[in-house]
C-alpha cells in the first residue's frame, strides 16, 4: 500500500513536470528579432575576473553590432593585468573603457538603458534593438536573457542540458511577467537588460554587495518593488559556447536549482529525489505493461526541452538516467558545502 501510494505520487509530480514543461513548448519565449530601430544610449557592462580569449570576443562582436549608440565599459580587478589586445581594442574606440576597479560603479554608466554581459557569451545583430523593443513595449524594468548553450564533449552533454531540464520542468516563463508574484522568477545572468533610471533610483548593486546581481535575486527584488520583469531565451541573438572546465558547471547546475527553491534545500533535495528516484522506483514496483506512462512523459520533456533550448534530443533521451544521477550528486554536494560554510560561520 505505501508503495502504490508513493507511485501514485511519483505520477502526479511527473504530469505536473511535463504540464509546466509543455506550456513552455507551447508558449514559446523565445526573444524576438524585430525590425523597428532605435537610437537610445546603451551602456554595455562588462565585469570580468580573467582577461580571457572570450572577452576579446565578445569586444570585437560589440564593436561591430549592428547597433551603434554604445558605450562599453570594461571592468576588471586591479590586481589582473590588462593584456595589449584588450587595450588595443578599447584605446581604438572612443566608446570602449577600461575601468581597474574591483567592482562596477554606476555612476560609470551615461546610457538610457543598462546591458549586463558576461564575458562568455557571444551575441548577434539585432540583440540590443530587440531587447529595447521588447522593453519598451511591455514597460520592463528588467529584461533578462537567457543565452543559447550548445553541448560539445561528453561530459557538457552530461551537465550542460541540467540546466536547462531544471528551467523549464519547474518555472513556466511566460508567467514570469504575467504575474507580479515573485514566486514566478528565474533568470540568467550571462545577460541582463534595465531601464537605467530606475536602475540608478533602486540601487540593485547596493542589494547585492556591489557584485553584478545574481539574475534570479534580481528578478524577485524588482518584483517585490511593484516592477515589472520578464525571462527569454535568447534564441538566435545570443548563444553561450560550451565551457571547457566542467568543474564551474557542474556547481552552477546545484546553485540554479537552490536559487528556484529559494534557497530552500530540503525543497531542493526533495524535489531532486522525486526527480532521481522516483521512476527508479516505478521501475522496480510497476508493472512492465503500465511503464508506457512515465516513459512517455519523460520521453517527451526530453525532446521539448531539447528543442527550446536548442539541444540535441538525441543525446538527452539517451543520457537521461545518466543526466539525473550528475543532478543528485551536484545537488548533495552544493547541500554539503553550505552546511559546512554554515557550520564554520556558526563556530569562527
Known amino acids: 500500500m505505501l508503495n502504490l501510494a508513493f507511485i501514485y505520487i511519483i505520477l502526479i509530480f511527473l504530469v505536473l513536470r511535463f504540464s509546466v514543461t509543455l506550456f513552455n513548448f507551447l508558449s514559446n519565449p523565445k526573444l524576438g528579432k524585430y525590425k523597428k530601430h532605435f537610437s537610445s544610449k546603451v551602456s554595455v557592462i562588462i565585469q570580468v575576473t580573467t582577461d580571457s580569449y572570450s572577452l576579446i570576443k565578445l569586444l570585437t562582436a560589440l564593436k561591430g553590432h549592428d547597433y551603434q549608440n554604445i558605450e562599453v565599459i570594461v571592468t576588471q580587478p586591479v590586481k589582473l593585468k590588462s593584456s595589449a589586445e584588450l587595450r588595443a581594442i578599447c584605446d581604438s574606440d572612443p566608446r570602449f573603457q577600461l575601468r581597474k576597479r574591483n567592482s562596477f560603479t554606476i555612476e560609470d554608466a551615461t546610457g538610457d538603458y543598462l546591458l549586463f554581459l558576461e564575458p562568455q557569451v557571444i551575441i548577434h545583430d539585432g540583440l540590443i534593438n530587440s531587447l529595447i523593443y521588447r522593453v519598451k513595449v511591455f514597460n520592463l524594468t528588467l529584461l533578462n536573457i537567457i543565452p543559447m548553450a550548445s553541448p560539445s564533449g561528453l561530459m557538457n552533454h552530461i551537465l550542460l542540458p541540467l540546466n536547462s531540464f531544471v528551467l523549464f520542468n519547474l518555472i513556466p516563463l511566460r508567467l514570469v511577467r504575467l504575474f507580479s508574484s515573485p514566486v514566478f522568477a528565474a533568470g540568467s545572468s550571462e545577460c541582463m537588460f534595465f531601464e537605467a533610471a530606475t536602475y540608478k533610483e533602486y540601487n540593485w548593486q547596493e542589494k547585492v554587495n556591489k557584485r553584478i546581481p545574481e ?70 514496483n510497476y508493472e512492465y505493461s503500465l511503464l508506457i506512462l512515465p516513459v512517455g512523459l519523460i520521453f517527451l520533456s526530453r525532446l521539448m526541452i531539447s528543442f527550446l533550448s536548442g539541444q540535441n534530443p538525441f543525446w538527452n533521451v539517451l543520457l537521461h538516467p545518466v543526466q539525473m544521477v550528475f543532478l543528485l550528486a551536484a545537488v548533495i554536494r552544493e547541500t554539503y558545502l553550505r552546511s559546512r560554510r554554515l557550520i564554520k560561520t556558526r563556530f569562527v
Do not use: C, W
Open 215 to 284: 539574475a534570479v535575486d534580481v528578478v524577485r527584488a524588482v518584483k517585490e518593488e511593484g516592477l515589472k520583469a520578464e525571462t527569454l531565451i535568447g534564441h538566435k541573438l545570443i548563444s553561450l559556447p560550451a565551457p571547457a572546465q566542467t568543474n564551474r558547471l557542474f556547481s552552477k547546475t546545484a546553485a540554479q536549482l537552490l536559487k528556484a527553491f529559494g534557497d530552500n534545500v530540503f525543497g531542493a533535495l526533495l524535489y531532486v529525489l522525486l526527480v532521481v528516484t522516483g521512476p527508479l522506483v516505478m521501475f522496480l
